[in-house]
């Protein structure tokens, strides 16, 4: 398949896996299925461009492996993580604020709006298949995978230390200041956008792939500005008083060695 052809395809399965989800998400009331649901739409798009694209083979195989390996423990971490829970406060909010008319408009709002994010974003992974040239490992793909690998181990590693601090009764109200989360208030952000800059730099070996440089960009602007950062700090500040005491000490989003109190 050309180019187009393929950009085409793949706004229909992602279009039509969001739909999907978001008739799931009807019947169990709860809009924040969709989070889990978020990597493992790059992974059903990895699957569809290494089934459809005649890139090099060894490439298209790491990179689908990488993909699938993000992918599937996102996914599992969250369901674990939300499992039992009801349906997430940002999301209530939007079904408070629509209605009746959320079951409708929460298509548009949540699930075709990630359904478009989860397509641009997935750039890199379609670039880094799509080629012929080269067909050989490159020292791109290296370094690609060395980022993968920084970015993998800061997300998953951070998402277990919290995940065992929170399941200390002990804990309660406290603020997670050990571990990676000594070093950046956001181990597991941080983690996900180096690996998708990991993504990237693969894709960025092939001839043409420099193009899908806005995806990591999005996917950082998303992390740091958006649905991560900037979201969280704005409740642990009004939840816990000791969190402005952590982000004094303590680096946002790059690990680095924290800051003496005074």
Known sequence: MDLPEVLGLSVLIALAYMVAVWLLSLVARNA???????????????????????????????????????????????????????????????????????????????????????????????????????????????????????????????????ARFKRDPANKGKVMRSGLWAYTRHPNYFGDATLWWGYYVIAAGTAGGYWTFFSPILMTVLLLRVSGVALLERSQVETKPRYRDYIESTSAFFPWFPRRQR
Do not use: M
């Open 32 to 162: 924040s299925i969709v989070d889990i649901f978020w990597g493992l739409g790059f992974v059903l798009l990895a699957v569809a461009y290494f089934v459809v694209t005649d890139g090099f083979v060894g490439r298209k195989v790491l990179i689908t492996a990488l993909v699938t390996v993000w992918g599937l423990r996102l996914s599992l971490y969250i369901l674990w993580r939300n499992w039992g829970k009801g349906e997430d406060y940002r999301y209530r909010k939007w079904r408070e604020e629509a209605g009746e008319k959320f079951w409708w408009t929460s298509l548009f709002q949540v699930f075709l709006l990630q359904g478009a994010l989860l397509w641009l974003i997935s750039a890199p992974l379609l670039a880094a298949q799509f080629s012929e040239d080269p067909d050989h490992f490159t020292v791109f793909d290296l370094l690609g995978t060395l980022a993968w690998s920084v970015g993998f181990f800061f997300e998953a590693v951070g998402d277990w230390q919290l």
